[in-house]
């Protein structure tokens, strides 16, 4: 921790393509926000001279000093010094490891920064952003393989991005650090080290809220977001080899979340199916086709919520195979909602 | 110590005395259904401690307080008008009624917020120094807490976290005997808790917590060595509630002849005493308290004069 020091001047981003993987576009975004934003400091556990438990922080300590540090291991500090910090103007992005930390420390979350625009009329927001990673991978234990965003979802005050692809992760994170709310941003260890990917860097900060048409269709609405798409992309392959043309969205903001691509598109196909890792009670899924259901528009078929059955997810890859959606089990399931209703 | 000065923190301790009795009188109103309705946390009895620690803080400073922070909000400088307002949601009250008695803040009064949660403005002072490392400021966090929240787990990663990086933190304990309705005695191993500063390598320092004065000097020190790169300081300020951990709180729980030893320990009581010991005219001490009742009649009838918080903007705010 330094002595008394200054912010330093604000270095423009410059727009430039890269060919990247996920976790190097996010080490790019970071790169980019601590230059771009003299007010951010960015840290947590194992952050800044390890270079993060993934290597996603690696090398910026070293380009940008002090205002990258490690912590204790001790979330509500993380959390709790992070709403403090942003109360005073500072726009601090904290690490949470793993998702499933969090709950050791969710008072700083939904009591405190989900409240302070609210309580003082907007004249004192708290806007962290807390970058996370959730989800299953082989060998995980049971603390360490939670889907949480419904959590978080529930909670008024709080923003919730969960991006999939390098561009993606960049974007997000990006757009995250501008946000005068605070947000949450939900990465995925397992898609760190993936393929790399052309990703445009340095563009102005997008608005939230952004959806993705991943694969145009006619004959129902796949709607996902993390990882899982992949896996429904996927069956929607194997869908069309079976004669259905599932439209695939992919939610990579949920709150904000836009249902209106949404409800356009059931609209059109008028069959909704909802796709995610986390388990089926209480998960976003529900709120996406309650809303859809409110929404008046109606459907030639019941809608349906794909998710990992409500279990607790064991450690042996063996126990959580059968589990979790995968693209075999999500095509039966849409084939099997779909078969015998009229199109 | 002058005379005057003597005056005036007895003056300052009657405001936050009289704006609590003010409170209390408009809570229990109409059978409990007047004005200002909910849970109401009053601080009679510990105002030593915000009045003696407020005076060392500078406008750049950060406070972060409890929902037992009437008289710390009151000592840092916001209206009583608008507090009362608060409390009695109006639409004049400093955050428009959302906050009430027992979670409102004042930014612009460099009083960061009460917490309705117990412990959690630990770590969110330990955030407010650490940016003041980082934007010029050199800003001194300043957070008070009772003795139950050092048994909260925030309030260690807190205080582990300034010890850490050598936060210009001051903890400040106030001590009143009781956390809400159990005897902090009976919930810790060592009651003496100023000692856990020497556990996590800052310095502590138990002080009389009825005394303005000797919580000035506490506190001064502890301001001073945050703002020259000595770390945090935990100062236990040893004081007693004369009221119930709530207004409605039946305080069963009191021991034989606490509340007596109390009342004659109490810091405005003694304050009192010393003055008059000290030669000073009793028609300056009486003014000393009247002053601060009427200036409290006149807040209140101020405050009640206000519409009521307009529902229509309850939504607002919730987003950017």
């Known amino acids: 921790m330094p002595e008394l020091t200054t912010r330093p001047a604000p270095q423009p981003p410059v727009a430039e393509t890269r060919k990247l993987k996920y976790g190097e576009a996010v080490n790019a975004a970071l790169v980019r926000l601590l230059a771009e934003l003299p007010e951010t400091l960015l840290y947590g556990e194992d952050v800044a001279k390890p270079g993060g438990v993934f290597g996603v922080t690696r090398g910026l300590r070293r380009r940008f000093g002090d205002r990258v540090f490690d912590t204790p291991i001790s979330e509500a500090a993380i959390l709790g010094s992070a709403v403090g910090a942003a109360l005073m103007g500072a726009r601090p992005i904290v690490e949470i490891m793993w998702a499933d930390f969090s709950l050791v420390a969710l008072d700083q979350l939904v009591n405190q920064a989900a409240n302070a625009r609210y309580v003082s009329r907007g004249t004192a927001p708290a806007p962290i952003v807390v970058r996370t990673q959730q989800g299953t991978a082989p060998g995980a234990c049971a603390q360490h393989s939670q889907s949480l965003e419904a959590l978080f979802l529930h909670v008024p005050g709080l923003r919730l991005v969960m991006p999939r692809t390098a561009q993606d992760a960049y974007d997000a994170l990006v757009s995250a650090v501008h946000s005068p709310d605070p947000v949450i941003v939900v990465e995925n260890r397992t898609l760190y080290f993936g393929d790399k990917a052309e990703v445009e860097l340095g563009g102005a900060a997008r608005p ?19 990882k899982v798409t992949g896996e429904v992309l996927a069956a929607a392959e194997s869908l069309a080899a079976g004669g259905i043309d599932a439209e695939v969205i992919e939610l990579t903001w949920l709150n904000p979340v836009d249902m209106d691509a949404v409800l356009a598109s059931v609209a059109r196909t008028r069959r909704l199916a909802v796709v995610h890792e986390a388990n089926v009670t209480g998960g976003f899924g529900a709120e996406v086709v309650a809303r859809v259901a409110e929404s008046g528009v109606s459907l030639d078929a019941a809608p349906l919520r794909v998710g990992a059955p409500d279990v607790r997810i064991p450690a042996a890859p063996a126990l959580v195979g059968g589990l979790l959606p995968g693209a075999a089990s999500i095509a039966a399931q849409i084939a099997g909602r779909i078969s015998g209703t009229a199109h | 110590m002058e005379v005057q000065e003597r005056l005036a923190d007895l003056h300052a301790m009657w405001r936050i005395r009289a704006l609590e009795e003010k409170v209390r009188e408009l809570r229990l109103a109409d059978g409990g259904n007047g004005p200002i309705v909910g849970s109401v946390h009053l601080c009679i009895g510990q105002e030593a401690g915000p009045v003696g620690a407020c005076s060392e803080l500078g406008a750049d400073d950060a406070l972060f307080a409890t929902y037992r922070g009437h008289g710390w909000a009151l000592a840092r400088g916001v209206p009583a008008e608008a507090m009362i307002a608060e409390f009695a949601g109006r639409a004049t009250g400093v955050n428009g009624g959302r906050g009430g008695s027992a979670y409102f803040t004042a930014p612009e009064h460099g009083f960061h917020g009460e917490n309705s949660i117990v412990g959690a403005g630990l770590p969110i002072a330990v955030g407010a120094a650490l940016a003041g490392r980082f934007d010029g400021s050199g800003r001194i966090a300043l957070t008070v807490f009772g003795d139950g929240a050092l048994n909260q787990g925030a309030s260690h990663e807190a205080l582990n976290m300034a010890a850490a990086f050598r936060l210009p933190v001051v903890f400040v304990c106030e001590n009143n005997y009781w956390s809400e309705l159990t005897a902090i005695d009976e919930m810790v191993g060592e009651p003496e808790l100023w000692k856990r500063a020497a556990g996590y ?120």
Do not use: F
């Open chain 1, 208 to 226: 939230m809220g952004w959806s993705q048409l991943r694969r145009p269709g006619r004959d129902v609405t796949v709607v996902s977001w993390g």
């Open chain 2, 201 to 320: 390598g800052m310095a502590g320092e138990r002080v009389d917590g009825n005394d303005p004065a000797a919580v000035r000097a506490a506190v001064r020190a502890a301001a001073e060595r945050a703002r020259t790169g000595g770390g945090p300081t935990l100062l236990e300020l040893m004081t007693q509630r004369l009221v119930g951990h709530y207004i409605g709180d039946v305080e069963q729980y009191r021991r034989p002849g606490e509340l007596d030893r109390a009342h004659e320990d109490e810091p405005i009581a003694r304050l009192t005493r010393e003055l008059a010991a000290a030669g000073v005219p009793a028609a300056e001490i009486e003014d000393a308290r009247a002053r601060a009742h009427t200036e409290m009649e006149h807040a209140a009838a101020a405050a009640l004069a206000a519409p009521l918080a307009d529902p229509d903007t309850a939504k607002d705010h919730v987003y950017a």
